[in-house]
């Protein structure tokens, strides 16, 4: 926790310190700049939900698509091979007394609709719809201990996930800066009870109800509070956001509740020319354990143990975002971003994340 805080405090420096350096440009620069480039300067990374807040009348629907890749375990800070996990870690529920499936890579592909609207100039109104497909590859070892490889096997889910609908409320504008709370709810609209044929340590493929990390959903309502800053002078652009996932229910219809999550995203642009953005970004998060069990959910693998879910994360990110400077396209934004975890404590053994990138389009009139 307390390298999670030094990365949350070194990222708000990093912000702090772009900012007092793009104070010092002209401000006479700045404003030579149509408010086009101005609001470009603003947009926040892709990946980043809610950061900026439109105009009395103004609508914004987007496309993102998001890829994040996983391979390998770990437990805290240290990597585990599938033969360690086997031999090291007790099964919780029930005998045989070991793990003996362990998943060795996974993919997840999230197309993300968007759209935004602004009753007013002090508020927008904001609605996201998610599909996604996750792949977990597993491997099975043979009998009830020992390190011997029986084979390996595949699960794969898709569907549509949580619906999230939000209000972002401008609480304070003076020149460049900008202030807004983020105020949502995620609608459990996710599948809770997904299932798959798996390969058993005796040789049988039954099939079972897989474990949470394959779920579609989270089965709660749940609040999403936030609160965002954006600034800009000359050619570079910053901001800050704080974000939460706060479980309003104790459990769901399954008898679990995933474990709160707190996320600081950081990010910084500049505006290489006129169409063209370049930003950097840091993000930290924390996100607590899963609370509760699903009594379906009891095979020998890490994944289905509720205490191998949640930890802390900071990552590293880059990418860019283009908006044509033709009259008829300027109402259009492309970009696209990646970003790799430079840290990882987990509450393992779980999977860890290799990278995650993002694509999409938006369109604003």
């Known amino acids: 926790m307390k390298l999670l805080t030094t990365g949350l405090m070194a990222g708000a420096m990093c912000v702090y310190a772009m900012g007092a350096q793009a104070q010092d440009h002209s401000h006479h620069q700045h404003m030579n700049h149509s408010g086009h480039h101005a609001e470009h300067l603003d947009a926040a990374p892709l990946a980043v939900m809610g950061g900026h807040i439109h105009n009395k009348g103004e609508w914004m629907l987007s496309y993102r698509y998001k ?133 058993a340590p005796n040789g049988m493929r039954p099939t079972l109800r897989l474990p949470y990390a394959m779920q579609l959903g989270t089965g709660t309502y749940d609040a999403l509070p936030g609160i965002t800053y954006t600034g800009h002078s000359g050619n570079w652009g910053w901001g800050a956001q704080y974000t939460g996932e706060i479980r309003l229910e104790s459990d769901n219809d399954e008898g679990y509740s995933w474990g709160d999550k707190h996320t600081l995203n950081t990010w910084a642009g500049y505006q290489a020319t006129d169409w063209l953005l370049l930003q950097a970004n840091a993000s930290a998060s924390t996100q607590s354990e899963i609370d509760g069990r699903d009594p379906l959910i009891a095979a020998p693998v890490q994944t289905a143990d509720p205490d191998n879910y949640g930890g802390e994360t900071i990552a590293l990110g880059g990418g860019f975002q283009i908006k044509p400077s033709m009259a008829e396209l300027r109402n259009l934004t492309f970009g696209a971003e990646i970003s790799v975890p430079v840290y990882q404590d987990l509450n393992g053994p779980q999977m860890e994340t290799d990278w995650v990138g993002t694509a999409g389009l938006k369109v604003t009139f």
């Open 67 to 199: 890829h994040m890749d996983m391979d390998g375990n770990r437990n805290g800070t240290n990597d585990l091979s599938p033969e360690q996990i086997v031999t090291n870690f007790v099964n919780p529920n029930g005998p045989p007394a070991n793990f003996r499936v362990v998943p060795t890579e996974m993919t997840m592909d999230m197309h993300m609709f968007g759209a935004m609207y602004a009753p007013a100039d002090w508020l927008t109104l904001m609605a996201m719809g998610m599909y996604m497909q996750k792949d977990m590859t597993h491997i099975t070892f043979q009998g009830m201990a020992g390190t011997t490889r029986l084979g390996e096997f595949t699960t794969e889910t898709s569907g549509w996930g949580d619906t999230k609908l939000s209000g972002l409320f401008r609480v304070y504008q003076q020149g460049a800066h900008t202030i807004h709370l983020n105020a949502g709810l995620s609608l459990p609209t996710g599948s809770i009870d997904e299932q798959d044929t798996v390969l």
